[in-house]
C-alpha cells in the first residue's frame, strides 16, 4: 500500500485549524483504538477511525483525503491509553500539508517510546496504587472499594487522553522531542515507584501467618514471632517470590490459584497455618 501512495498533497495550502470539538470527538474515538486489532497492520483500523474527523476537516480535497486515509492505514502500534499524543503531532502536520514521507516517519517515531512509558505509568504505578486503594474499602466491606478503583483510574487516563491530544496538536514535532528527551528517566523512575507500590502492597494485603507453637518445657515458641524478628512479612514475600518465579516459567495464573488453595487447605489441615 504505501507504495501507491502519493508523497504530497494536491492543496498545498495550510488548512484552518481543529476546532477543541474535533479534538474531543478524536479523544472518545481513540477508545475503539484496538477495536479492529489484527496481527497484519495491528491497531491501523482503530487509528484510522480516531483521526478521521480531522483529517475530513482538514483535507477538503477527495484526492488528498484519499491519499492521507491511505497512508494512515498502514502499520500502527502503540499504548492505547496514550495514543492520542501521536494523534495530535500527526494532525499538526497534516494540517501544515507537510510531505508525507514526513508524516508517515513521524508517527513511526512518536508511536515507539510510548509502550514503555505508558506501562511505566499505567501498570506499574496508576494500576496498583488505584487497586491497592479500592482493595482497602473493600476488605473493610465497603462497596465503594470497586467505583473508586474505576474512578481513580479512569479519571487519570481520560484526563491524560485529553491533555495530550490538546498539547501534542499545538505543539506538533517539538512534542517529539520533549516527550523522547527525557522517556528513559522517565520510564526507570515510574517503574521504581510502581514498584514500591507492588512491595508495599505485599506487605498490606498478603495475609500469610504461620500459628504453629513448638513448646519448650512450660512455654512454647511462636513461630510467627521468630519469623517476624527476622525479618516482618517474611513469608508473604517468599511466596511473592515463589509465585513469580512460576510465572516467570511459564505457569499459568489459574495453576498458581490451584497451588495457593492446595498450600492452605494442607497447611490449615496440619495446624500450621
Same mark, same amino acid.
Given at each position: 500500500?504505501?507504495?501507491?501512495?502519493?508523497?504530497?498533497?494536491?492543496?498545498?495550502?495550510e488548512a484552518p485549524k481543529l476546532s477543541k470539538k474535533i479534538l474531543n470527538k478524536m479523544v472518545w474515538r481513540s477508545l475503539f483504538l484496538q477495536a479492529s486489532f489484527n496481527y497484519e497492520r495491528m491497531q491501523s483500523c482503530g487509528w484510522l477511525y480516531g483521526i478521521l474527523p480531522g483529517l475530513q476537516e482538514i483535507h477538503k480535497n477527495k484526492e488528498d483525503l484519499s491519499t492521507s486515509m491511505t497512508h494512515n492505514l498502514e502499520f500502527f502500534n502503540t499504548h492505547p491509553f496514550l495514543v492520542t499524543f501521536v494523534m495530535g503531532i500527526v494532525l499538526s502536520l497534516e494540517q501544515r500539508k507537510a510531505d508525507? +514521507?514526513?508524516?508517515?516517519s513521524i508517527r513511526v517515531a512518536a508511536m515507539g517510546p510510548l509502550g514503555g512509558i505508558g506501562d511505566a505509568i499505567f501498570w506499574f504505578t496508576l494500576t496498583p496504587i488505584a487497586a491497592g486503594i479500592g482493595a482497602n474499602l473493600a476488605l473493610q466491606g465497603s462497596i465503594l472499594g470497586p467505583i473508586v478503583f474505576l474512578l481513580l483510574f479512569n479519571v487519570v487516563q481520560f484526563g491524560l487522553r485529553y491533555w495530550l491530544m490538546h498539547w501534542s496538536y499545538k505543539v506538533g514535532m517539538d512534542g517529539i522531542q520533549t516527550m523522547t528527551?527525557?522517556?528513559?528517566?522517565?520510564?526507570h523512575s515510574a517503574t521504581i515507584l510502581g514498584l514500591i507500590v507492588v512491595g508495599a502492597l505485599i506487605a498490606s494485603y498478603v495475609g500469610f501467618d504461620?500459628?504453629? +507453637?513448638?513448646?519448650?518445657?512450660e512455654t512454647s515458641v511462636v513461630i510467627q514471632e521468630v519469623l517476624d524478628g527476622i525479618m516482618p512479612k517474611l513469608i508473604p514475600l517468599l511466596l511473592t517470590f515463589g509465585m513469580y518465579g512460576l510465572v516467570k516459567k511459564n505457569v499459568s495464573p489459574l495453576i498458581n490459584i490451584c497451588i495457593l488453595v492446595v498450600i492452605g487447605l494442607l497447611g490449615a489441615l496440619v495446624g500450621l497455618f
Open positions: 500500500m504505501a507504495s501507491n501512495t502519493k508523497s504530497y498533497y494536491v492543496d498545498q495550502q508525507v +514521507q514526513t508524516i508517515r528527551k527525557y522517556a528513559k528517566q522517565f520510564t504461620i500459628v504453629l +507453637q513448638i513448646p519448650i518445657g
